[in-house]
């Protein structure tokens, strides 16, 4: 069989064929009626394919190696930080201890899993800034929502009942708006000034007494430090609002700065980005929150404290706190792997990744901008912006060149985001890919700006390697077919 004619496993099913046989049952017979509710039967034979063991095997490698991720190519995902996983963490987070105690188990009988916790919640404290955290949230998205859940509480338990509004920028993440909304509250949009920073006299206009929050990542989604943080956390303050840093770009300044000492009151960190948990479908998830010392009465319960025994325990104590976010106590696999992360690398460590990002996303930058517009050509941070629009004057759009980039077997670049850049095409080149990975990334893109000259073609029918070509992306997004069905085949 060819990569490109690859089957469903339900085509190659054949009835009677089986992969694995059970062993003849050695204790008397049960009716299914005996132990399962009637409510519960299927009133039908579900429709699982009929295969021997060794087109299981083959069926399943063969969708493997069409697999991409950080551990099989360059994988420069602007705003997604998808750095390498370092395989000790894995290690750590099977050990026994870990990986086999029930979120049951009485306090007394998991006091190591629970120091884990409690030293992971002291090393965020003191890498944001803040005061104390939260491991519960189980993903970026949802630790913008129970941040903004935190100050939502802390507005009402003052009865100001009207601050109603939380000021976005432009150039945000889709999440921020998004979690605003889900929070209960009206998302307003800031505008960026020339600079690809927030407009301060923007701001100004906006802050008012309905103000309960700015959610602002830094540096933004442009790669630039918003280098006028201070001013923006007091132009919010002084309206009565709170300021929330997403952390999805806290790999560009770890050591280097931090959240609390910007003037933000409430942080959250994607531990599965910045701090080696697999990311996408390798996930899943963990967004630890962050407050300042007024926000931790609201924080979710339970937290992990230490007690005066000096034993670890769960504190479901907290009156005001705005409740469990997550079942148990966070996912509790991501917590070990980000710990082994922090223990491993140590303090100088973790500066030396943010610096070694900012100067591999500078060198790629540096490398590229001859080659594509580049509207804002200050120094960035881990991550950066380009335009497609000299080639899109030839007929080229970035969609093309992103296809185009698969046939040399790279990820693509995030594109048509920021929204506010046309054409936009976002890199971000952690800080673990060598010069030479980023030297021949750059050469193949060279490669394509000028096919795009040359035979623009050539880009727009892209890719013509892979197993599938051009999809229709319009028909997929909106008549997606996301699971076998007998009568579609």
Known sequence: MTEENQTLIFEESKA??????????????????????????RTKEPEFPEVSELQLVRHYTALARRNFGVDNGFYPLGSCTMKYNPKVNEVVARLEGFSKIHP????????GALELLYRLQMNLEEITGMDAITLQPAAGAHGEWTGLMII????????????????????????????????????????????????LDDLRRLADDQTAALMLTNPNTLGLFETHIRDIASIVHAAGGKVYYDGANMNAIMGITR???????????????????????????????????????????????????????????????????????GNFGILVRAYAYIRTMGAEGLRQVSKDAVLNANYLMK???????????Q????????????????????????KRLLDFGYYPPTIYFPLIVDEAMMFEPTETESKETLDAFADHMIKISEEAEKDPECVQEAPHQTVVARLDETRAARH??????????
């Open 16 to 41: 009677g064929r089986t992969a694995y046989s059970l062993a003849e049952l050695d204790v008397p017979e049960e009716p299914l009626d005996h132990l399962i509710d009637q409510d519960y039967m």
């Open 104 to 111: 049951y188990e009485d306090e007394s009988s998991v006091q």
């Open 152 to 199: 939502r509480a802390f507005h009402e338990a003052n009865h100001d009942f009207k601050r109603t509004k939380v000021i976005i920028p432009d150039t945000a993440h889709g999440t921020n708006p998004a979690s605003a909304s889900v929070a209960g509250f009206e998302p307003v949009t800031v505008r960026t000034n020339e600079k690809g920073l927030v407009d």
């Open 259 to 329: 959240p609390g000492d910007m003037g933000y009151d409430v942080v959250h960190l994607n531990l599965h980005k910045t701090f080696t948990g697999p990311h996408g479908g390798g996930g899943p998830g963990s967004g630890p929150v962050g407050v300042k010392k007024e926000l931790v009465p609201f924080l979710p319960k339970p937290l992990i404290i230490r007690k005066s025994d000096g034993s670890y325990g769960l504190d479901y104590d907290r009156p005001l706190s705005i409740g469990r976010v997550k079942a148990y106590y």
């Open 367 to 377: 490398r590229l901008s001859p080659y594509f517009e580049t509207p804002y050509k």
């Open 379 to 402: 120094f960035c941070k881990h991550e950066f912006v380009l335009s497609g629009s000299r080639q899109k004057k030839l007929g080229v759009r970035t969609l093309d060149m992103a």
């Open 480 to 489: 997606p077919v996301l699971r076998y069905q007998p009568e579609t085949v």
